[in-house]
């Protein structure tokens, strides 16, 4: 089941993204967990590795959860982003916590919505 979220993006042009620190560990998992419905590698090592530059500090550790964080995201990247939200809170919708799915379903629509006001103030 792969769930898609439109954001009609410049898939070329760069956009920043600003989010708590503890909501960017949450994409960074997801993406580590997802495989793009296109199975572009590139993009979905990217866009991971961009998330990573930008939340954890020289030690290795994650900045505190609270501290708000900027990353540069390409549209593709930011679509590959979103498509992967959408397909884990689908999942969420439909497995319990203890099936292996971390956050739920609610919290991450949320993630999305706030995805969406910012990127389509651009």
């Known amino acids: 089941m792969h769930a898609r979220h439109e954001l009609g993006l410049d898939g070329d042009r760069g956009y920043l993204v600003i989010l ?3 909501r960017w560990l949450l994409v960074e998992k997801v993406l580590d967990d997802y495989e793009s419905v296109e199975g572009d590698l590139l993009v979905d090592r990217s ?6 530059e930008n939340i954890y500090g ?3 550790r994650p ?3 609270d501290r708000m964080a900027t990353v540069e995201l390409t549209g593709a990247e930011c679509q ?3 498509d992967s939200l959408a397909h884990r809170a689908a999942v ?3 497995e319990s916590h203890d099936q292996g799915v971390e956050a739920g379903g609610s919290e991450i629509w949320d993630l999305l919505r706030v995805l969406d006001a910012q990127l389509s103030r651009r």
């Open 20 to 22: 708590p620190v503890r």
């Open 47 to 52: 866009a991971a590795r961009a998330v990573r």
């Open 58 to 60: 020289e030690d290795l």
């Open 63 to 65: 900045l505190p959860g």
């Open 80 to 82: 590959l982003m979103a």
């Open 92 to 94: 969420a919708d439909t």
